[in-house]
């Protein structure tokens, strides 16, 4: 990568960047940080409405910290993978018991709070703090794998050598890393799309390993796997009778409609293993945190 990479990317990103709220320079590291755990597996679309209510309810972690593992569960609504919400309620907590009520600037102490791994452990540190990280989300990995190692799409999983090469590509200076960083997983999520790229919307085009070499067709890929019927619809559809119910109720009245008794219990046990719902002393089952 050269500098006039790095100087193409951020002059697109400057003129095509969407307006999202955690971009904007006045941005709490809290809201970047929520925004990152809602990114996670939601589209920016959801995102947005989800992440506007949720700071104007809780703008600080010490306001989520004084709530219940419930109403977090409850204000999470249906953006999915609702484990983390309780984690975001668990790190909001932690904040306030030992880092002052403040998101700490360290990547390895963003890397110790519930639901944050490596990838929003580097996004907070280099989004909101300006840091010097290899920022490695899908968008960005699909990016390098064309522009630098002429592939169409990366490996599954994110492997060491394909760390090393983001960190070596890194400009210097902490506050243009992390602009090169969200330039990347913009060109990504707007031109450089998994199925159909933008090629010539690109900046970088011209200089494309992948384009240079003829767009090859990579190995296919694994189609997404159905919701419809799965386990994880199963373990929503029990959390949506919970929210309904706002108090107690017995196993047998969560409504999981449709489903094979048998997918209803297993998915109860991963809901009660992850913290999800509570099981109560007398038997019935509820959001965690409610009170009884
Ligand atoms: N901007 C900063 N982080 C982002 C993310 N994870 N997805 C989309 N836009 C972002």
Do not use: K
């Not at 755990?37 to 010490?62: E, S, Y």
């Not at 694994?222 to 373990?235: I, L, M, N, T, V």
């Not at 029990?238 to 489903?259: F, H, K, M, S, Y």
């Amino acid at each position: 990568m050269t500098a006039q990479d790095e100087a193409l990317i951020t002059a697109w990103y400057d003129s095509n960047a969407r307006d999202l709220p955690w971009r904007h320079p006045d941005a709490s590291a809290w809201s970047v940080l929520v925004s990152e755990i809602m990114l996670q597996q939601t589209p920016v679309a959801r995102v947005l409405p989800a992440h506007a209510a949720w700071l104007a309810r809780w703008p600080g972690p010490a306001d989520l910290a004084a709530a219940t593992a419930a109403d977090a569960l409850r204000q999470w609504d249906r953006l999915g993978y609702p484990r983390r919400a309780i984690a975001l309620h668990a790190t909001a907590r932690l904040l306030v018991d030992q880092h002052g009520g403040e998101v700490p600037a360290s990547a390895a102490a963003l890397r110790a709070l519930p639901g944050v791994g490596a990838y929003t452990a580097a996004a907070v540190a280099s989004f909101a703090f300006g840091q010097r990280h290899a920022v490695l989300d899908t968008n960005v990995r699909r990016v390098l794998a064309r522009l630098v190692t002429g592939q169409q799409h990366p490996a599954r999983a994110t492997s060491a050598a394909e760390i090393r090469l983001a960190e070596s590509l890194l400009p210097a200076d902490g506050r243009r890393a992390a602009r090169w960083s969200v330039a990347l997983m913009e060109l990504g999520a707007l031109v450089c799309t998994a199925t159909r790229p933008s090629c010539p919307a690109c900046p970088v085009a011209a200089r494309c390993r992948w384009r240079r070499g003829g767009s090859p067709a990579g190995p296919a890929r694994r189609p997404a796997s159905r919701y419809e019927g799965s386990d994880r619809q199963c373990r929503g559809s029990i959390l949506a009778a919970l929210r309904r119910a706002g108090g107690r109720v017995p196993g047998t009245e969560l409504d999981a409609a449709g489903q094979q008794d048998a997918q209803r219990a297993r998915a109860l046990a991963a809901l009660l293993a992850d913290g999800l719902v509570t099981r109560r002393p007398d038997g019935l089952f509820s959001l965690p945190g409610d009170p009884g």
